[in-house]
């Protein structure tokens, strides 16, 4: 089957503890495609991003014709670190040590990706005191360093107000017109319907996939969240 698809997974199983954490996952994803991998907790969704960026062991297999990009859902580091925000970029930019300061070509490429996702007037700012909002900005920004053709976001709307979560999305939807995929981990279905084209639900397995104004039914959702009325706030059962 000839295809140039951005990315493909094939029967992808990931196993921990003798159990299967997702299980004979097959999708693929278009260039310039924004799509969402709906599910609920538990479901293998945040596994599935990490076989796709090879940090899991898996058996099937994966076939990604590009870079990815990650934006994790949260940043693990210690939060009284006096890092700004360009320190942090740069920290992934370059190779000498921090302490020996940014060498002039970091703080401008940190500061060009800064203004790609709006945020160069975040530069000087301590990475501890951003908001969740302007938090994920900066995690974009990291994530965008190597022009990936993939990006995947972990849960991106997580803690961050209505305001910035719009923002946000014009970001990513300003990334797919640049001709990048992204596929966006996320259990707000709301979210999902408003701004993305394909959905892949995943209960351990595929459970459906598609255009998303097709599947995000109430019996689809249903079914997928196994009656998790509160997945979806527009929608009341009686």
């Given at each position: 089957?000839?295809t ?17 954490l997702?299980?004979?996952?097959s ?9 969402a ?7 293998g ?10 940090a ?7 076939t990604?014709?590009?870079r990815?990009?990650y ?11 006096p890092?700004?925000v360009?320190?942090f970029?740069g ?7 921090l ?20 945020a160069a007037?975040?530069a ?12 994920q900005r ?27 979560e719009?923002?946000?999305?014009e ?14 981990v996320?259990?707000?279905?709301s ?5 993305t ?18 599947l ?5 959702i ?9 997945v979806?706030?527009h929608?009341?059962?009686?």
């Amino acid at each position: 089957m000839a295809t140039d698809a951005l990315l493909e997974l094939e029967q992808v199983t990931v196993r921990a503890g003798g159990r299967a954490l997702v299980e004979d996952v097959s999708f693929r994803l278009e260039r310039a495609q924004l799509a969402a991998l709906i599910g609920p907790n538990g479901a293998g969704k945040t596994t599935v991003l990490r076989a796709i960026l090879g940090a899991v062991p898996y058996a099937g297999r994966i076939t990604l014709r590009g870079r990815a990009g990650y934006v994790p859902q949260r940043l693990d580091y210690d939060r009284a670190l006096p890092l700004t925000v360009l320190e942090f970029l740069g920290l992934s930019l370059q190779r000498r040590p921090l302490m020996f300061g940014l060498s002039r070509q970091t703080r401008r490429r940190a500061l060009e990706l800064l203004e790609l996702v709006g945020a160069a007037g975040l530069a000087r700012n301590s990475l501890g005191r951003l908001s969740g909002g302007e938090l994920q900005r900066v995690l974009l920004a990291s994530a965008l360093q190597d022009k990936p053709e993939l990006l995947l976001l972990d849960e991106p709307a997580a803690g961050v107000d209505l305001e910035g979560e719009a923002t946000f999305h014009e970001l990513i939807q300003a990334q797919v017109r640049r001709g990048a995929t992204v596929l966006l981990v996320s259990h707000d279905l709301s979210v999902v319907s408003e701004i993305t084209d394909h959905v892949i639900c995943l209960n351990r397995r595929v459970i459906c996939q598609g255009d998303a104004h097709d599947l995000l039914t109430a019996e689809n959702i249903a079914h997928v969240f196994g009656g998790h009325k509160a997945v979806y706030g527009h929608h009341h059962h009686h």
